[in-house]
Protein backbone atom coordinates (compact mmCIF):
# COMPACT_ATOMS: atom_id res chain seq x y z
CA UNK A 1 0.00 0.00 0.00
CA UNK A 2 2.82 2.67 -0.25
CA UNK A 3 3.00 5.20 -2.12
CA UNK A 4 -1.48 5.74 -2.00
CA UNK A 5 -2.71 8.79 -1.48
CA UNK A 6 -6.06 9.85 -0.18
CA UNK A 7 -8.53 10.47 -2.15
CA UNK A 8 -10.19 13.81 -0.96
CA UNK A 9 -13.35 13.29 -3.61
CA UNK A 10 -14.19 11.07 -0.81
CA UNK A 11 -14.99 13.61 1.84
CA UNK A 12 -16.41 15.88 -0.37
CA UNK A 13 -20.64 14.50 -0.09
CA UNK A 14 -20.20 14.06 3.76
CA UNK A 15 -18.35 17.40 4.18
CA UNK A 16 -20.92 19.22 2.39
CA UNK A 17 -23.65 17.28 4.52
CA UNK A 18 -21.84 18.56 7.44
CA UNK A 19 -21.91 22.11 6.29
CA UNK A 20 -25.68 21.94 5.96
CA UNK A 21 -26.07 20.18 8.89
CA UNK A 22 -24.34 23.30 10.87
CA UNK A 23 -25.64 25.57 9.15
CA UNK A 24 -28.90 24.21 10.12
CA UNK A 25 -28.48 23.37 13.75
CA UNK A 26 -27.10 27.06 13.79
CA UNK A 27 -30.02 28.83 12.87
CA UNK A 28 -32.23 26.74 14.72
CA UNK A 29 -30.36 26.12 17.96
CA UNK A 30 -27.24 29.15 17.68
CA UNK A 31 -24.13 28.47 19.01
CA UNK A 32 -24.89 26.47 21.78
CA UNK A 33 -26.42 23.94 19.72
CA UNK A 34 -23.54 24.01 17.19
CA UNK A 35 -21.46 23.54 20.37
CA UNK A 36 -23.56 20.26 21.09
CA UNK A 37 -23.12 18.69 18.07
CA UNK A 38 -19.78 19.23 18.07
CA UNK A 39 -19.36 17.37 21.45
CA UNK A 40 -21.59 14.49 20.98
CA UNK A 41 -19.04 14.20 17.79
CA UNK A 42 -16.36 14.60 19.66
CA UNK A 43 -17.76 11.60 22.22
CA UNK A 44 -18.79 9.32 19.57
CA UNK A 45 -15.16 9.78 17.96
CA UNK A 46 -13.94 8.81 21.04
CA UNK A 47 -16.26 6.08 21.65
CA UNK A 48 -15.33 4.04 18.39
CA UNK A 49 -11.36 5.26 18.30
CA UNK A 50 -10.46 1.83 20.21
CA UNK A 51 -11.91 -0.05 17.26
CA UNK A 52 -11.18 2.39 14.83
CA UNK A 53 -7.30 1.56 15.60
CA UNK A 54 -7.62 -2.42 16.09
CA UNK A 55 -8.83 -2.36 12.81
CA UNK A 56 -6.12 -0.20 11.14
CA UNK A 57 -3.57 -2.29 12.81
CA UNK A 58 -5.09 -5.33 11.52
CA UNK A 59 -5.07 -4.51 8.35
CA UNK A 60 -1.57 -2.95 8.16
CA UNK A 61 -0.34 -6.40 9.56
CA UNK A 62 -2.02 -8.40 7.15
CA UNK A 63 -0.41 -6.10 4.53
CA UNK A 64 2.60 -7.05 5.97
CA UNK A 65 2.16 -10.25 6.50
CA UNK A 66 -0.07 -11.68 3.59
CA UNK A 67 2.52 -12.27 0.37
CA UNK A 68 0.68 -11.03 -2.39
CA UNK A 69 1.07 -13.62 -4.31
CA UNK A 70 -1.00 -16.09 -1.84
CA UNK A 71 -3.64 -13.07 -2.20
CA UNK A 72 -3.97 -13.10 -5.72
CA UNK A 73 -4.04 -16.74 -6.08
CA UNK A 74 -6.76 -17.19 -3.12
CA UNK A 75 -8.73 -14.17 -3.99
CA UNK A 76 -7.79 -12.82 -7.38
CA UNK A 77 -8.61 -12.48 -10.98
CA UNK A 78 -8.30 -15.82 -11.49
CA UNK A 79 -9.14 -17.26 -8.18
CA UNK A 80 -13.09 -18.30 -9.35
CA UNK A 81 -14.90 -20.46 -7.66
CA UNK A 82 -11.97 -21.01 -4.55
CA UNK A 83 -11.94 -17.09 -4.73
CA UNK A 84 -15.54 -16.74 -4.16
CA UNK A 85 -15.88 -19.73 -1.51
CA UNK A 86 -12.66 -18.36 0.42
CA UNK A 87 -13.88 -14.63 0.45
CA UNK A 88 -17.21 -16.08 1.81
CA UNK A 89 -15.57 -18.11 4.59
CA UNK A 90 -13.04 -15.16 5.82
CA UNK A 91 -16.12 -12.91 5.90
CA UNK A 92 -18.06 -15.73 8.30
CA UNK A 93 -15.42 -16.26 10.44
CA UNK A 94 -13.68 -13.10 10.76
CA UNK A 95 -15.45 -11.25 13.90
CA UNK A 96 -15.92 -7.86 14.69
CA UNK A 97 -17.95 -5.45 13.31
CA UNK A 98 -17.26 -2.30 10.13
CA UNK A 99 -14.57 -0.66 12.07
CA UNK A 100 -12.27 -4.18 11.93
CA UNK A 101 -13.90 -5.27 8.09
CA UNK A 102 -13.46 -2.50 6.12
CA UNK A 103 -9.87 -1.82 6.85
CA UNK A 104 -8.83 -5.44 6.18
CA UNK A 105 -11.07 -5.59 2.63
CA UNK A 106 -9.29 -2.40 1.51
CA UNK A 107 -5.79 -3.57 2.86
CA UNK A 108 -7.21 -7.44 0.66
CA UNK A 109 -7.85 -5.46 -2.40
CA UNK A 110 -4.59 -3.38 -2.31
CA UNK A 111 -2.79 -7.10 -2.07
CA UNK A 112 -4.70 -8.16 -5.25
CA UNK A 113 -8.02 -9.34 -4.48
CA UNK A 114 -10.70 -8.92 -6.86
CA UNK A 115 -14.28 -7.88 -6.78
CA UNK A 116 -15.75 -10.96 -6.57
CA UNK A 117 -14.43 -12.47 -3.63
CA UNK A 118 -14.31 -9.02 -1.65
CA UNK A 119 -18.31 -9.00 -2.76
CA UNK A 120 -18.28 -12.55 -1.15
CA UNK A 121 -16.46 -11.80 1.66
CA UNK A 122 -18.53 -8.57 2.95
CA UNK A 123 -21.82 -10.21 2.26
CA UNK A 124 -20.80 -13.34 4.14
CA UNK A 125 -19.81 -10.77 7.14
CA UNK A 126 -23.28 -9.51 6.93
CA UNK A 127 -24.95 -12.35 6.66
CA UNK A 128 -23.14 -15.35 8.13
CA UNK A 129 -21.26 -13.90 10.87
CA UNK A 130 -20.40 -16.79 13.37
CA UNK A 131 -19.27 -14.81 15.97
CA UNK A 132 -22.30 -12.53 16.20
CA UNK A 133 -24.49 -15.91 15.45
CA UNK A 134 -23.09 -17.52 18.56
CA UNK A 135 -23.04 -14.40 20.46
CA UNK A 136 -26.32 -13.21 19.56
CA UNK A 137 -28.89 -14.57 17.29
CA UNK A 138 -28.82 -17.74 18.75
CA UNK A 139 -29.00 -17.56 22.45
CA UNK A 140 -32.13 -14.25 21.70
CA UNK A 141 -33.67 -15.75 18.79
CA UNK A 142 -33.02 -19.74 18.86
CA UNK A 143 -30.90 -22.39 16.92
CA UNK A 144 -33.90 -23.17 15.20
CA UNK A 145 -34.29 -20.19 13.77
CA UNK A 146 -30.82 -19.61 13.43
CA UNK A 147 -30.49 -23.01 11.17
CA UNK A 148 -33.01 -22.19 9.10
CA UNK A 149 -31.86 -18.32 8.25
CA UNK A 150 -28.60 -19.56 7.79
CA UNK A 151 -29.04 -22.03 5.29
CA UNK A 152 -31.32 -19.56 3.87
CA UNK A 153 -28.44 -17.48 3.52
CA UNK A 154 -26.06 -19.87 2.88
CA UNK A 155 -25.34 -19.37 -0.98
CA UNK A 156 -26.09 -15.67 -1.31
CA UNK A 157 -22.46 -14.67 0.05
CA UNK A 158 -21.05 -16.47 -3.44
CA UNK A 159 -24.20 -15.33 -5.48
CA UNK A 160 -23.62 -12.19 -4.79
CA UNK A 161 -19.69 -11.78 -5.65
CA UNK A 162 -20.01 -13.79 -8.96
CA UNK A 163 -22.83 -10.71 -9.90
CA UNK A 164 -20.29 -8.86 -8.91
CA UNK A 165 -17.78 -10.00 -11.18
CA UNK A 166 -20.02 -10.53 -14.09
CA UNK A 167 -21.42 -6.87 -13.42
CA UNK A 168 -17.52 -5.56 -13.08
CA UNK A 169 -16.71 -7.35 -16.89
CA UNK A 170 -20.17 -6.12 -18.52
CA UNK A 171 -19.67 -2.55 -17.67
CA UNK A 172 -15.70 -3.37 -18.52
CA UNK A 173 -15.27 -1.88 -14.73
CA UNK A 174 -11.50 -2.17 -13.37
CA UNK A 175 -11.40 -1.63 -9.38
CA UNK A 176 -8.86 0.90 -8.30
CA UNK A 177 -8.10 -1.04 -5.17
CA UNK A 178 -10.40 1.94 -3.48
Known amino acids: ?8 TSLLF ?3 ILV ?7 LQKGAVGAGDGVRNGAKLFWTVAPNLAVGFLL ?3 LTAMLPQESIARWLGEGSGVKGLLAGTLGGALTPGGP ?13 GAALGPI ?4 AAWALLGVNRIVVWEGPMLGWRFVGIRVLSCL ?3 PIAGLLAHGIAALFRFVP ?3
Open 99 to 111: FTHFPIVASLMGK
Open 14 to 16: PGG
Open 20 to 26: VLVVITF
Open 59 to 61: AGF
Open 155 to 157: LLP
Open 176 to 178: SGR
Open 119 to 122: CAYI
Open 1 to 8: MKGKRMDW
